[in-house]
């Protein structure tokens, strides 16, 4: 995925599923002053993978032409599930500041979830993002949602067993300093 990239819209059996929610977008994040530090305000590129709206075949599927979406880099299924949770994905961005945040196992990744009802059911979303510094120079700093999907039998939970939970605030005070950021404990 190249910065910047733009989605083009999938179309499946003459349907046309719009991407345009996640394209990138700039925004910007205020954490107001409190007795132990300086009120901070942060901007934001952010962009979104097509692990957003796309999913790995399974070992034992035989999947249709017309369901691959393609980019530069990788091909996946479109995953029609995956695409209408990644409507709210703009917004669970915005609300990072106010959400609780978690280290993963990865390097330099953080995790948010969100409880949905769906279909008359709760479910769990998984959220997966890094920060980084952009490249662009003035303070600017990357969000990139790797992956978000929803936590089913199929798909258990990556989430830690122990909660190694991180203020959004913490995530981007260190990467805009350019700091690594390494889970408590």
């Known amino acids: 995925m190249k910065r910047g990239w733009k989605w083009t819209a999938f179309t499946y059996q003459g349907t046309n599923y719009e ?54 880099v990788e091909e996946r299924v479109f995953c029609f599930d995956r695409y209408q949770l990644s409507h709210r994905l703009p917004a669970i961005i915005k609300e990072l500041g106010s959400r609780k945040c978690m280290h993963t196992s990865g390097k330099n990744s953080f995790l948010t979830t969100e409880l949905i009802t769906k279909k008359g059911k709760e479910i769990e979303y998984e959220v997966y993002f890094n920060v980084t510094r952009a490249h662009r120079g003035g303070g600017w700093l990357n969000i990139t949602v790797k992956s978000a999907y929803e936590r089913t039998q199929n798909h258990p939970s990556k989430k830690p067993k122990r909660k190694r939970r991180i203020r959004f605030d913490v995530i981007a005070y260190n990467r805009q300093l350019g700091k690594e950021i390494h889970p408590a404990g």
């Open 19 to 72: 991407l345009s929610h996640l394209h990138p977008f700039e925004w910007s994040y205020v954490v107001e002053a409190s007795e132990n530090r300086l009120k901070r305000a942060y901007k934001f590129q952010v962009e979104f993978s097509m692990h957003c709206f796309t999913r790995r075949p399974r070992s034992d599927e035989s999947v249709p032409e017309d369901l691959w979406y393609r980019d530069s």
